[in-house]
């Protein structure tokens, strides 16, 4: 399995980034995707998570209205457009197969600041 995230930087707090993640090494249309992030001093968190079809998603709260989780089984990829960001958005983001005990990349940096 391997999962390769792209997409992160640094943005000013209102901007928009959109992370891309990646896969290969496993049939990845029958698969969960998610989305977690961790911010320097706390647990890692997670962010969205879309069902195999796409036609499920979930958010956390804090992100809600703001991000949007997407995929495309075509091209074995799945990505997080994320809107109106905050300083608390900054985090390093991990594109996630399997959950917790699953696996990972190697994570994108975001930071939002002025």
């Known amino acids: 399995v391997q999962l390769v995230e792209s997409g992160g930087g640094l943005v000013q707090p209102g901007g928009s980034l959109r992370l891309s993640c990646a896969a290969s090494g496993f049939t990845y249309s029958t698969y969960r995707m998610r989305w977690y992030r961790q911010a320097p001093g706390k647990e890692r968190e997670l962010v969205a998570f879309?069902?195999?079809?796409?036609?499920?998603?979930n958010y956390t709260d804090s992100v809600k209205g703001r991000f949007t989780i997407s995929r495309d089984n075509r091209k074995n990829a799945v990505y997080l457009q994320m809107n109106n960001l905050k300083p608390e958005d900054t985090a390093v983001y991990y594109c996630n197969k399997g959950g917790l005990s699953g696996s990972w990349g190697q994570g994108t940096q975001v930071t939002v600041s002025s």
């Open positions: 879309i069902s195999s079809d796409g036609g499920s998603t």
